[in-house]
């Protein structure tokens, strides 16, 4: 486990207390779990921009043209 010394404006760490505590956590696992959902969103969107450069646009449009269609006799 690595320790980390991070700066922040002190109404930001008091917010952050207050958080942590409403949540029956300590700040160090409340700054975990912060860092793991950023962590993963990351992940997510990086996922995301690799599938899109090697999407085909044509195609990815024909299909949101079929889902529309799709809605459109349901409606």
């Keep these: 486990m690595s320790t980390l010394t ?15 505590r409403s ?9 975990e779990e912060l860092s793991a959902q950023a962590i993963a969103a ?3 969107e990086t996922r995301f921009r690799a599938l899109a450069a090697s999407g085909n646009a044509t195609q990815a449009l024909a299909i949101l043209d079929r889902l529309d269609q799709q809605d ?3 409606s």
Excluded: H, Y
């Excluded at 991070?6 to 952050?16: E, K, N």
């Excluded at 949540?23 to 700054?31: T, W, Y």
């Design 42 to 44: 990351f992940d997510v």
């Design 23 to 31: 949540r029956g956590l300590s700040i160090n696992k409340l700054m």
């Design 6 to 20: 991070i700066r922040l404006p002190d109404d930001t760490a008091q917010r952050l207390k207050s958080l942590a």
């Design 72 to 74: 459109a006799v349901r």
